[in-house]
């Protein structure tokens, strides 16, 4: 799939343009090439541009932002910089944990935390919405935006703007207009963040920053106006890397494994790819028990739009197969579902729950911490950062596939990768007898590389190598 998002991409000259058009496309890999945008395009994305432009202006209007004046002294007395979408989720709950336990370790060393993506609250409002645990000094909280930098970014803004009719008329798979108006709202919010930094920082001595996530034209823009300044920016990559949506431009991207590396430094982006060092464990020895982690079920999955929950449905029912061969209690098999699990179609949500009850599976408590799962004889798990997770615990997950997949992930060289009923029953197979569970840790080890978990000076070391 990543070639065949590289060529629909292949025609962009701006990096921001192509990295925007390019997860796109990644997005919907099987649209690639069923459309043209035909000769409206010109049209619509000037349309697309002009509204992108209002929105900006009307945002920070109504909820303001933080005055490079008042920026400047925070950033210049702060050791190293962060940046983190103003949200509690995953692509900032990696980095505001670690920032958290640096903190608590060493209350003086917290940096200034930019406070990313569009405004939806004030600049207090959005730091309660980062801060959820109120752990961070607020103070240091700041939106690099404002009304002046605004104005001053945009001729960046038009440049990049008019760029855009050449990047989407190329490009080959359907462009609705909100994903129009959404990126050219990045492309300005962008060039005003830029503008912000060329004030705020501009002769301070450079130092590093950390990215919880980046590589839309609105954080990129920012990378970018840092290292013109001679900062060195790092992005702490929070998930399993699928190729376009994960590449960007920063210095260093520091990833969940080194398979995952491997694949990010395929693509024109990133300066440097590597993970964390860490040290291989031992193999778990198993309680009995097992564990069935889902995850096609959650709004962000092509297959769930697609398949709805059927596929983890079906999964369920491989195991309930394999549990009656090897005389498995199904009760001793417990569900993890995805976190989304609550926010899916109540439908969707109520069939998956259905086919667990009706297998005689246990849900999860919801006190036994994730990492129990290092204990079980026996974890299944469908596609996703479990994985790595597991190897981290001395466990030798089994990935079950139930779509089509990407053949450059790190799972493609999983040798407890499954594709069917009778290979997932081998793999079980596999992993309950000791040697042979042992043996295919050890390769799967090799394979995916996993890296330590993210910590702040070990970012830090990572944005010096």
Partial sequence: MTSRVSAAAAHISDPMWQFELAALAAANPRQIGTVRPGTANWLLQWAA??????????????????????????????????????????????????????????????????????????????????????????????RPLSLGSLFKGLPQAFVKLARGPQATGGFPAPLPFRERLAIAYRMVQGAAHAAWWNSAASGLAPAKALFGHTGTADTSQLEAAMQDHGWRTVHAVHGTNIGWPFAGLSDVAVFQTGADARLGASLPAYGNCTHLPLTKPEVSRGNGDWALLTSYTHLLHPDFAEHGSALDRRLIGWVRAAAEQMGQDPARIFWRPHPQIDLVDPAEKRALENAVADAGFSRWPAARPYEWLGSVSAAITTPSTVLTDALRLGQPAIVASLSEMQRDLLYGAHPLLVQDEASLSNALRTVLEPQSRASAFMQAWDAVQPGDKASIPSLLDAASA
């Avoid at 909820?63 to 103003?86: D, Q």
């Fill in 49 to 142: 541009n002009a509204l992108a432009a209002l929105s900006v202006f009307a945002l920070l209007l109504r909820y303001g932002g933080t005055a490079p004046a008042k920026a400047r002294p925070v950033i210049a007395g702060s050791p190293y910089l962060a940046a983190l979408h103003a949200e509690d989720t995953t692509r900032t709950r990696h980095l505001r944990g670690a920032l958290e336990k640096y903190r608590a370790a060493s209350p003086s060393a917290q940096p200034a935390i930019l406070l990313l993506g569009r405004p939806a609250g004030t600049v207090a409002s959005a730091a309660e919405q980062l801060d959820v645990q109120e752990l961070l000094d607020r103070s240091k909280l700041l």
